[in-house]
């Protein structure tokens, strides 16, 4: 299982609707409006979107607070991250990490250097520092997925220093930024002309909850975004994903209200999991948590929580993760407490089938 | 001017709702129905796409009858295009056509070897035949855009054999197929599993009159559906395309209707042409018609025609054209009335400023 959200594939093994716990997605839905925005520009699909995107630039621009000339926009990040890649002499990953950036590396045929993040999932800096080298492209998720890390701002500002001078380009993946809490904005610190060798990139799939939409976006220097654009297909962003990208950015109560409501379900998802036994959770910033259990293999927990209705993420296809390793994505209270409900049954299981192998 | 319908950069030309000409979408529109299906499935946006696509491919299937694993799905066409370049060791351009052909191969640093099309624009069999070498991807519109013709079935069937025996492998972009007299269909020449080297690309984009959906398809042998659908970056359709692709090829009224209504303005646009002074028109089988003009530059062609409310196509950006040469789409009647007014004023300003440099 490469990625999660393959909602058809287990759907027969639970008597009603699976509740998607695998991929990560705002649980408020998309900004209200929106439906009635696409319906409205429904006629559109009848004529290219504009070859150059201009609206659409514009309005990623005042979101991210950058110039028109600095803004990425792909078919999804995943375009964005391809054509990255594609850039690059070496990928520098940390893992373990989404897989994608591995996928695309070895389709382009780039060398890969792996480097494991530390025990608690914070990078191991020396090791990052010390076998950066020219021409590689690091990329970073920020926060990171599955480990739910987000990347503090001295040690990024730091980080940039240190690609600069090896000559190495920092791509930071923050399809999951604005779910963490509101300490630092990634973008404006990179917001000067000065920040030539770094692009952020960041998606309408997740915290917008428009995975089906495909729109990436992010911002870079100008003359990176420009060369990113020469190298895309012409009208890779699709008619309504044009339409939604100048709409959604504009709800700035449905920003706010989204991150206060995934803060609030986090700490309770959080402080929930934690005194449950046989369960390592570890801390997070972003709307996912990972877990180790002591008791189970991800296989046995996939199959526990498929039979109360819930798909979990195994995460043992992250290289750097073993078997006893799942994702969680936070969702609303109701469908959270029955998360909650089937962990607590796992452990008890575990008392009664007497499954001490820690 | 790289490609048609950049409608935006030249709104500002004319006072009033340009008339684009430049883009060849079928001009009925898309099937009837298909607005109302996206309405019902605008939630599918907040949902990951089937990564697999298995409904969408079924439906692709059907239409083209052939099995689910032939099948290839792409953000539009040029998405599979650019994989099929990405894996050739060189790329065999007949010229003029489609400019993305030369510019993916640019991109992934592919080397080209170009081929004109003879004056009328049929193939040059006996140069292609003797330059194809193994590994060569040769791509030929079918139709080919910019010039209109169709390759028969008897040197489509001899021209695959010697790919074949080349060791090369063709491409054939169908994007206007369904818009010609139906002598034959080229994907059931071959649907049998001997025809491993080649592969036929269809697209929403023209005569399902949905360029802004952004959805190609086509069909190839399993093993080469599967190396393309490795390569892809997941989840490259997005929902809506999805969607429409499961509704569009249900309608055969409406693919009847079509084509009846191409024919029939084909033939009249072609008639009424002829006879106007000063203009060479190319024979076609799609739905456009190139030209060329005795009198008038590409550029004094298309102030002319912006005067008029008209955007049409230059065509010197197409290697192999000169700056003579224009493309026009063939559209409902109302606006072909319009086009051979505006042909027809064009061709007595020749002669009230006596222009006789032919």
Redesign the interface.
């Known amino acids: 299982m ?2 999660g ?4 594939r287990y759907q027969e093994a639970y008597d009603g609707e699976l509740v ?1 716990f695998s ?1 990560n ?1 705002n649980p408020l ?2 900004p209200p409006g929106l ?1 009635e925005k ?2 409205e520009g ?1 006629d ?9 995107y ?1 609206a659409l630039r514009r309005s990623v621009a005042d979101y991210l607070q950058c110039d028109v000339q600095n803004v990425l926009l792909g ?2 990040s ?2 964005l991250i ?1 054509l990255f890649v594609f850039l690059a002499k070496r990928v520098v990953l940390c893992i373990p990490s989404f897989s ?1 950036y591995e996928l695309r590396a070895q ?1 382009h045929q780039k060398r890969i250097h792996r480097i494991p993040y530390k025990d608690d999932f914070t990078l191991d800096l020396p090791t990052l520092y010390r076998n950066l080298k020219e021409g590689d492209l690091l990329i970073l998720g920020n926060p990171n997925n599955p480990t739910g890390l987000r990347i503090n701002k001295e040690t990024l500002l730091d980080l940039y220093e240190k690609v600069k001078q090896a000559g190495a380009f920092l791509l930071l993946d923050e399809a999951f930024f604005e779910f963490c809490p509101r300490d630092y904005d990634s973008i404006s610190c990179f917001s000067d002309d000065r920040y030539a060798q770094v692009a952020v990139l960041r998606a309408a799939t997740k915290f917008f ?6 729109l990436g976006y992010g911002c870079a220097s100008p003359e990176v975004a420009e060369q990113i654009k ?2 895309q ?4 962003i ?5 339409i ?1 990208g100048r709409f959604i950015f504009e709800d700035k109560a449905y920003l706010q209200r989204s991150r206060a409501y995934i803060k609030k379900e986090r700490d309770y998802l959080l402080s929930e999991l934690s005194p449950i036994q046989g369960l390592h959770v570890f801390p997070t910033q972003a709307n996912f948590i990972l877990i180790k259990l002591d008791h189970w293999s991800e296989e046995e927990a996939l199959a526990h929580f498929l039979q109360e209705g819930l798909l979990i993420r195994p995460c043992s296809s992250f290289p750097g993760l073993d078997s006893r390793t799942i994702r969680v994505a936070i969702k609303d209270r109701v469908n959270n407490d029955r998360l909650l409900h089937a962990f607590k049954k796992l452990e008890r299981k575990a008392g009664g089938e007497n499954k001490g192998y820690t």
Do not use: Q, T
């Open positions: 490469k990625h959200g393959d909602l058809l998607d991929s997605i839905g998309p439906k696409i319906m429904l559109s699909l009848s004529v290219y979107p504009d070859i150059h201009r078919n999804g995943v375009e391809d994608e389709i909850a428009l995975p089906g939409l495909r020469r190298l297909l012409p009208w890779s699709n008619a309504l994903a044009d939604a």
